[in-house]
C-alpha cells in the first residue's frame, strides 16, 4: 500500500459516491485516495482485517508510523479522521468526542442503515473525472 490515507466506501450507495465527490473538492492537499469496499483493493483490506466484518458502509485505512501495516478506523471513528484529515471547517465535527464512543457508533450505524433511502442520485459508483483517477485504487 502506498503511504496515502484510503477512504473505503460502499460503491454500490449512491449517498456514499456523492459523498467522495464532496470529500474530493474538500480535499486541500490531494493526498486522500479512495476505494471502493467492492473493488479489488477494498475486498483485500477486507481480507486483512476483521474489524472490518460486516462493515459495509465506510472505513478510513492509513500506513501505520514505520510503514509495515496499516491502521484502520470504522464507524464514527473514520468519519471523526475523515474530518480531521479535511481541516475546518470540517473538523468541527470532532467535537462529537464528546459524546461516548457507543452513542456516536449507534448514531452512525443508524444512518448507515439508512443513507440508501438518501442517496442522492444514482445506486452506482460514478467515474471519477480524468484529474481524480489516480486517486482511486
Not at 500500500?1 to 456514499?16: E, H, K, N, Q, T
Not at 479522521?81 to 475546518?88: E, H, I, K, N, P
Amino acid at each position: 500500500m502506498d503511504r496515502a490515507p484510503v477512504l473505503l466506501f460502499d460503491g454500490s450507495c449512491g449517498f456514499c459516491s456523492r459523498l467522495v465527490q464532496v470529500v474530493l473538492r474538500a480535499d486541500r492537499g490531494g493526498s486522500l485516495c479512495f476505494a471502493s469496499l467492492q473493488g479489488d483493493f477494498g475486498r483485500a483490506v477486507l481480507a486483512r482485517h476483521r474489524e472490518l466484518e460486516g462493515v459495509d458502509s465506510m472505513a478510513w485505512v492509513e500506513p501505520s508510523p514505520g510503514g509495515a501495516t496499516e491502521h484502520v478506523l470504522i464507524r464514527s471513528e473514520a468519519v471523526m479522521r475523515l474530518a480531521r484529515y479535511l481541516g475546518f471547517p470540517w473538523r468541527l465535527l470532532t467535537l462529537a468526542r464528546l459524546v461516548p464512543a457507543s452513542g456516536r457508533d449507534r448514531l452512525y450505524d443508524w444512518f448507515a442503515r439508512h443513507r440508501h433511502r438518501w442517496s442522492m442520485g444514482a445506486a452506482t459508483c460514478s467515474l471519477p473525472l480524468a484529474e481524480h483517477r489516480g486517486r482511486f485504487r
